[in-house]
């Protein structure tokens, strides 16, 4: 009956949220969809770090190959930038494998660390690739995005500009990813492998004694946390109309605000991500004025939060009410059933 009540919530907030291109302004619906593309970024980091137990710093490497193979489908393939969308995905889960070859050796630290150095090994490498700006980076082709499949549709519909339908369409794209990874990780998490990968990271040894093989799982999570980011990569520069490496593989942008999203939120908790993108965007919002003062208030309450509520925002919820909308176990039979 509790996951009646939460899937009726969650189903309720996503169809709000699906109106917002027809009620609100364009500026609202470019901020939201940045919202939403960093809580796709937040929930793939926390699957990576807060249930696989892969703390990865180097996550803006497939947010950057996931963009740069949306272009180089576009401007090389002559392709549309949707198809570019899936393409991205499907080059960065690719390419995490050799990733994962070279990562898994690493442990702790030393992973972290190992996946900072192939983020800027890619971001330097695609640098070099003349064909899309190289160190400079390229914009879309005038019109492509504006003609990608749909947007004449959305644009008769709602009766608004041609670059207004895209960025409706792009931010529905962006929600739909969301309710997606929300589902299916609700899903998996509570599935036999998802059990198993949460033994993992709480003793791999013990796990392994019951015959869970965390290699494999992890190998898993890798592969479809990097798919998913890549996704994300293609949305995101499909938005903004132009690339760099520079832009593509930021360190802040995609991986340090996202570690600060979970962290705040509550890692390791599946609503974590979105409570620590609501008071990111809240804060975004309150201090867009300030400068600099803005990032520091960011590290100030990153600090507290890890000293005194070390689950986060979320975690700290459930110690003190002592109730889970969200739970990822199963109850245990009680005694005669």
């Given at each position: 009956m509790k996951n009646s009540h939460s899937l009726l919530l969650f189903v309720v907030l996503v169809a709000g949220l699906a109106?917002?291109?027809?009620?609100?302004?364009?500026?609202?619906?470019?901020?939201?969809?940045?919202?939403?593309c960093l809580l796709v970024l937040a929930l793939n980091w926390n699957m990576l770090a807060g249930f696989a137990g892969l703390v990865s710093?180097?996550?803006?490497?497939?947010?950057?190959?996931g963009g740069y193979a949306m272009f180089a489908a576009v401007i090389l393939g002559g392709l549309d930038p949707l198809a570019g969308v899936l393409i991205g995905g499907v080059?960065?889960?690719?390419?995490?494998v050799p990733v994962a070859f070279f990562a898994f050796r690493l442990n702790g630290a030393y992973f972290a660390i190992g996946t900072w150095a192939v983020a800027d090994i890619a971001r330097l490498g695609f640098g070099q690739w003349k064909a899309l700006g190289g160190g400079t980076g390229t914009?879309?082709?005038?019109?492509?995005?504006r003609?990608?499949?749909?947007?004449?549709?959305?644009k008769e519909m709602l009766g608004i500009s041609a670059a207004a339908a895209t960025d409706a369409m792009?931010?529905?794209?962006?929600?739909?990813?969301?309710?997606?990874?929300?589902?299916?990780?609700?899903l998996f998490l509570r599935s036999r492998m998802g059990l198993g990968l949460q033994a993992v990271r709480d003793n791999p040894v013990a796990a392994r004694s019951v015959g869970?093989?965390?290699?494999?799982?992890?190998?898993?999570?890798?592969?479809?946390?990097?798919?998913?980011?890549?996704?994300?990569?293609?949305?995101?520069?499909?938005?903004?109309?132009?690339?760099?490496?520079?832009?593509?593989?930021?360190?802040?942008?995609?991986?340090?605000f996202v570690i600060f999203i979970v962290v705040i939120g509550g890692i390791g908790t599946l609503p974590g991500p979105v409570i620590g993108v609501l008071v990111f965007y809240?804060?975004?919002?309150?201090?867009?004025?300030?400068?600099?003062?803005?990032?520091?208030?960011?590290g100030c309450l990153g600090i507290a939060i890890m000293l005194f509520a070390r689950r986060g925002l979320w975690g700290a919820f459930i110690e003190r009410t002592g109730f889970d909308p969200l739970p990822l176990g199963h109850a245990a039979p009680r005694p005669g059933a």
């Open positions: 109106l917002v291109p027809v009620l609100g302004s364009r500026a609202l619906v470019q901020d939201l969809f940045m919202v939403l710093v180097g996550q803006q490497a497939f947010v950057g190959i080059v960065a889960m690719v390419l995490s914009s879309l082709p005038k019109g492509a995005a003609d990608m499949i749909g947007a004449d549709a959305v792009t931010y529905w794209l962006a929600l739909a990813l969301v309710a997606v990874m929300m589902l299916a990780s609700w869970v093989d965390p290699l494999r799982l992890k190998a898993l999570v890798f592969l479809l946390t990097a798919f998913g980011t890549g996704i994300c990569g293609g949305l995101i520069f499909i938005q903004i109309g132009r690339i760099s490496p520079d832009a593509a593989f930021s360190l802040l942008d995609w991986t340090a809240g804060l975004e919002q309150l201090l867009a004025d300030y400068g600099t003062v803005y990032l520091i208030v960011l």
